[in-house]
């Protein structure tokens, strides 16, 4: 069974830029999340989908985020414009319900 | 408020013995799941083991067990048997409301395990 992909694995663009990270989930897993993890600090949870809704966005930065899971399969997260802080690890994680979130590899963003 | 605390920032072990990373705690919910990660230089978070509040016993998963002291609100992770695969980040985290739909996951600052041959 795949697990967790993510697409880019990295990417490097210039303050102001768009950028669109893509998360595909474990296969029937309904649940979706995103985290991240900024240089020096903790991972912190940014939102998430219950198939296509979303559940809780309660860590989304700020209005250049914005997240999406049309279908309720595979997940976008749109950095528009990026910032030099937004720079760090985008992980994405899947799972049943209320069991474990398995992660997939994560994109590094580099905002310059 | 929620919150995790990892207070090693960085561990040694020899090959072949036992490490315990430690992990604390505080929540007010008394349903809460706990969780270990461990993140490899590749960068993937790999999920290790879990341990429910409501769980009797200490979970174990292979080389991992995790000492869950409730009323000290610890969840620490022993690794047995240490094998040189073993060094990377280990981050411990924890889900509110096992039964109340409550789903993100808080994580600690992690503990980097370096072991040696």
């Known amino acids: 069974e795949a697990g967790v992909t993510q697409f880019p694995s990295h990417s490097v663009i210039e303050k102001g830029q768009t950028v669109t990270l893509r998360c595909d989930p474990i296969?029937?897993?309904?649940?979706l999340y995103w985290y991240r993890r900024v240089m020096g600090k903790e991972i912190k949870f940014l939102l998430h989908?219950?198939?296509?809704?979303?559940?809780?966005e309660s860590g989304m930065p700020n209005n250049r985020f914005l997240a999406e899971r049309t279908g309720g399969t595979y997940s976008t997260l749109k950095v528009q414009p990026a910032e030099l802080e937004d720079s760090g690890v985008y992980f994405c994680a899947s799972s049943t319900g209320q069991e474990t979130q398995y992660f997939g590899p994560g994109t590094r963003l580099l905002v310059l | 408020a929620q919150k995790i605390t990892q207070t090693q920032p960085g561990m040694f072990v020899q090959e072949k013995e036992a490490v315990t990373l430690d992990c604390t705690y505080d929540?007010?919910?008394?349903?809460?799941?706990l969780f270990w990660y461990k993140q490899p230089s590749s960068g993937e978070m790999i999920f290790l083991i879990y341990q429910g509040s409501y769980d009797q016993q200490n979970a174990t998963e292979g080389r991992y067990s995790l000492n869950f002291q409730k009323a000290r609100k610890s969840a620490n992770l022993v690794i047995s048997a240490s094998q040189l695969g073993d060094s990377a980040m280990y981050f411990c985290?924890?889900?509110?409301?096992?039964?109340?739909?409550?789903?993100?996951?808080?994580f600690g600052a992690g503990t980097r395990l370096a072991v040696h041959p």
């Open positions: 296969s029937g897993h309904d649940n």
């Open positions: 989908f219950v198939k296509e809704s979303k559940q809780d």
């Open positions: 929540t007010s919910d008394p349903s809460y799941g």
């Open positions: 985290a924890m889900r509110e409301g096992i039964a109340g739909g409550y789903n993100k996951l808080i």
